[in-house]
Antibody, heavy 121, light 106 residues
Framework: QVQLQESGPGLVKPSETLSLTCTVS?????????WGWVRQPPGKGLEWIGFIYHDGTTYHNPSLKNRVTISVDTSKDQFSLQLKSVTAADTAVYYCAKTLTTVARGYFDYWGQGILVTVSS | IVLTQSPGTLSLSPGERATLSCRAS???????LGWYQQRPGQAPRLLIY???SRNTGVPDRFSGSGSGTDFTLTISRLEPEDFAVYYC????????FGGGTKVEIK
């Protein structure tokens, strides 16, 4: 059974960088699939941030422009998110997730429990 | 592609049939359309992918249909655990979610 767990600070100051890590268990990231991030502002809908393959290939939401960096550490079965220059609008529950297949990378079939990140001074 | 879900809220009783709509601003190629269920305080759960294929473990009371720009999620008989928010989602040049439909107990 694949399990994902987000970790990182729950509070980030405006203009700083949000950094989160997702640890995968029950499956080796090197085995395939894309691994992604989705966020959800409190009381609102879902927004895709991006995803990464074990070889480092990434795709991300153009609306987040150049603020997003997604990286992978296959030796630790972890992937990470960095979001630069955060504002209050980046306050959200951040989920990490696994894609259904490598080809059907647009669907997420396993999710972490989510981590609330608040941007505030 | 922008996904518009309707209605915003659906008030129904257990045992009733739920019909949720998702309309795309452009035609969805290859029926690349999924549906998720999200219960309060939980992560989303993939129900349907490819417009009509049920994910592993999803009860057969959930069914997806549609093509082009109009897609539907149908729950044939609502169980108590089905009262939740449902999102449609598309992946093409980007990955987008609809605004959600809340299915609440009448």
């Amino acid at each position: 059974q694949v399990q994902l767990q987000e970790s990182g600070p729950g509070l980030v100051k405006p203009s700083e960088t949000l950094s989160l890590t997702c640890t995968v268990s029950g499956y080796s990231i090197s085995g395939g699939y894309f691994w992604g991030w989705v966020r959800q502002p409190p009381g609102k809908g879902l927004e895709w941030i991006g995803f990464i393959y074990h070889d480092g290939t990434t795709y991300h939401n153009p609306s987040l422009k150049n603020r997003v960096t997604i990286s992978v550490d296959t030796s630790k079965d972890q992937f990470s998110l960095q979001l630069k220059s955060v504002t209050a609008a980046d306050t959200a529950v951040y989920y990490c997730a696994k894609t259904l297949t490598t080809v059907a990378r647009g669907y997420f079939d396993y999710w972490g429990q989510g981590i609330l990140v608040t941007v505030s001074s | 592609i922008v996904l518009t879900q309707s209605p915003g809220t659906l008030s129904l009783s257990p045992g009733e049939r739920a019909t949720l709509s998702c309309r795309a601003s452009q035609s969805v190629s290859n029926n690349y359309l999924g549906w998720y269920q999200q219960r309060p305080g939980q992560a989303p759960r993939l129900l349907i992918y490819g417009a009509y294929s049920r994910n592993t473990g999803v009860p057969d009371r959930f069914s997806g249909s549609g093509s082009g720009t109009d897609f539907t999620l149908t729950i044939s008989r609502l169980e108590p655990e089905d009262f939740a928010v449902y999102y449609c989602q598309h992946y093409g040049s980007s990955l987008t979610f609809g605004g959600g439909t809340k299915v609440e107990i009448k």
